[in-house]
């Protein structure tokens, strides 16, 4: 019944989700979205995908917690569950015992490389919701900024910050602000280092990570309501969520030259909480891709978000400022833009042309073969 599928999708490298459309000239069957905030471990969940391409399969399980960070992304914010998963299971929906669709069936924790050992999880519906509602008007997805740096306290660190005793067993709650950017909405709201994030917007904040998910879900614009710890008294401040491209010191390489051509890439500085979610060290330099455009020239020459620019056509970069007047000067040549990326701890070149072609080689691959686009 389905006519034709229109071949360029929309999608949000971030969640590694998409939105696909189609046309038909029937009515197709559909499923509903559930609330994936509702959803408490313990609950029997359904997984159903084509695991190693035998075709439609069914599993069962239950939640067995939520909230997860797997080191994925930034915003890691995974449903876990039991339901065997495995390979080609990714995409699939995840189902309540009323049919509902409360996940997106998207990875395994498997220590020897196999199959599922009861370890999986689902993107919440309640991100799908977002993320392709934002696709299905604008094309992209716009997140939430606040602007402060903040670190997970330890319980020396609670002490001397003067906050209530947890309770026993459980770790400190909250989220230390380290600093704050220049002219952030944090830094005009108030928000001063040494202060503790507790809340946001009425919602317990546990851990940096718990406050990036939560911000980056407000529109920007919106005014959200923190409270926070400081000297151990509790306080409440309001501030007015930013947009977390424009806040990346010029939004990203729109890298305009005189015909107008651009690459499409976001980027943002290499901050201690991103070296920590990437797992880099102190000497390594350069700046973040945030987020890629899709169909852009970067988006065709193989450029993901989490990687790390370092240099730009033989240029040392390490603020996205630099990287935008390498990129500039290298389009107003006339030349294509040679990009030297760390990704996944290896280094790689990728060369862009204004036109959209490009292609990608890895310099310390014991092949020189092209890492392959999950």
Do not use: C
């Amino acid at each position: 019944p389905i006519d034709r599928i229109v071949q360029q999708s929309r999608r949000d490298g971030k969640t590694d989700l998409a939105l696909l459309k189609v046309t038909s000239t029937q009515k197709l069957p559909f499923i509903e979205l559930g609330e994936s905030d509702d959803v408490q471990p313990g609950e029997w969940v359904v997984a159903v995908g084509n695991p190693y391409g035998l075709g439609g399969t069914v599993t069962a399980g239950i939640v067995s917690a939520r909230g997860r960070d797997i080191n994925e992304g930034p915003y890691d914010n995974f449903i876990q569950i039991d339901a065997p998963i495995n390979r080609g299971n990714s995409g699939g929906p995840l189902f309540t015992q009323d049919g509902k669709v409360v996940g997106v069936n998207t990875a395994i924790l498997s220590p020897s490389g196999g199959g599922s050992i009861g370890i999986g999880f689902a993107i919440p519906s309640d991100t799908v919701r977002s993320v392709t509602d934002q696709l299905r008007k604008t094309g992209h997805v716009v997140r939430g900024y606040l602007g402060v740096n903040a670190q997970v306290i330890s319980p020396a660190m609670a002490k001397a910050l003067n906050m209530p005793t947890p309770a026993p067993g459980a770790p400190p709650a909250g989220a230390l602000v380290a600093s704050t950017s220049p002219d952030s909405p944090a830094e005009k709201a108030g928000l001063k280092a040494e202060d503790v994030v507790t809340d946001f917007n009425g919602q317990k904040v546990a851990s940096p990570h718990d406050l990036a998910v939560r911000v980056a879900s407000v529109a920007p614009g919106t005014d959200a309501k923190i409270g926070y710890l400081r000297g151990g008294k509790p306080q409440t401040l309001t501030v007015k969520i930013g947009n977390l491209a424009k806040a990346s010191n010029d939004g990203g390489i729109e890298g305009t030259a005189s015909s107008g051509q651009h690459l499409g890439v976001s980027l943002t500085p290499l901050s201690g909480d991103i070296r920590r979610q990437l797992g880099l060290g102190s000497d390594v330099h350069g700046v973040v891709v945030n987020d890629v455009q899709p169909g852009s020239p970067a988006d065709q020459a193989g450029i993901r978000p989490g990687d790390v620019i370092q240099s730009v056509s033989n240029q040392t970069v390490d603020s996205p400022r630099a990287a935008v007047t390498a990129v500039r000067g290298a389009l107003a040549a006339k030349k294509p833009v040679l990009l030297r990326v760390l990704r996944d701890g290896q280094s790689l070149f990728i060369a862009i042309s204004p036109d959209g072609t490009g292609d990608g080689s890895d310099s310390s691959s014991s092949n020189g073969g092209d890492d392959d686009d999950q």
